[in-house]
């Protein structure tokens, strides 16, 4: 399973993985349907399946362009989005499998941006694999979704699922946020030189126009403010020590970051 990065809108990123050999390909979040069809004509492969994480437009927007060219491909998206996502006729939850380049994706349920969010986990079936993540606005490269339909103690709930995956798992996020992420990650968790070292690197590389996705998750867990609400350091930032506490203390300050 072949994975490309594929930059939309202002800040979006659609990931299309394909199979060489068998000449298909399935698209994460396509939030206009062009660059896709620019791509899959380069590589000359057929799109079978649109895998949704929510409904949001920035994800779903290049659904029906889509079906359109390729009326035969499966539409994949969370059974609470039901009615919400266009063309969608799988309706997953947590658990449940999809299947692409006979790799199995499990699907984990993760509402807190939206009531509806799910997330699609590819474990590495061989050696020299890695875990794929990809987790459409849950968990961002330094951050994290805003509450739009959720709660604090949901996100938290949602986010622990994600930070019990391998470190080397990729973790493909659906917009480049991580600059502003660790500039406000920076001024909750100064003394983080794990932090300081990763701001660094991502600054550099976004002065040279390089893409800071898809990050390790092993980095977040040591520099992601919203994977670490039980570290000491978060919890005197935001004065509390319960976990859905910190976690909606710290998305209120970067609400207003």
Not at 31 to 37: D, I, Q, Y
Not at 135 to 151: N, P, S
Request: with cysteine.
């Amino acid at each position: 399973m072949e994975i490309k990065r594929i930059p939309a809108l202002s800040d979006n990123y659609i990931f299309l993985l394909y199979d060489l050999d068998k000449k298909v390909a399935a698209v994460v979040d396509p939030a206009e349907a062009e660059p896709v069809l620019q791509y899959l004509k380069k590589i000359n492969v057929e799109l079978i399946a649109i895998f949704n994480t929510h409904h949001h437009f920035d994800h779903v927007g290049g659904n029906r362009k889509l079906i359109e060219h390729f009326p035969n491909l499966c539409v994949y998206g969370g059974a609470e989005d039901k009615g919400r996502i266009p063309g969608q006729q799988v309706f997953l939850q947590e658990d449940d499998t999809v299947k692409f380049a006979d790799r199995l994706g499990q699907v984990f349920f993760v509402p807190g941006h939206t009531r509806a969010h799910i997330a699609y986990y590819f474990a590495p079936t061989t050696e020299g694999e890695t875990g794929e993540l990809f987790c459409g606005d849950t968990l961002f490269a330094g951050g994290c979704g805003r509450l739009f339909e959720g709660t604090p103690a949901q996100m938290v709930n949602s986010l622990s699922k994600l930070r019990t995956l391998p470190d080397s798992t990729r973790v493909w996020c659906a917009h480049e946020y991580t600059l502003k992420n660790l500039q406000f990650a920076l001024t909750v968790d100064k003394d983080n030189t794990d932090l300081q070292n990763r701001y660094a690197r991502v600054k550099k590389a976004r002065t040279q126009g390089i893409a800071t996705v898809p990050s390790l998750l092993g980095v977040e867990k040591l520099t992601n403010p919203f994977l670490r609400w039980d570290t000491a350091s978060l919890q005197a930032a935001t004065g509390n020590q319960e976990p859905a506490r910190v976690f909606g203390r710290l998305r209120q300050m970067k609400d207003r970051f």
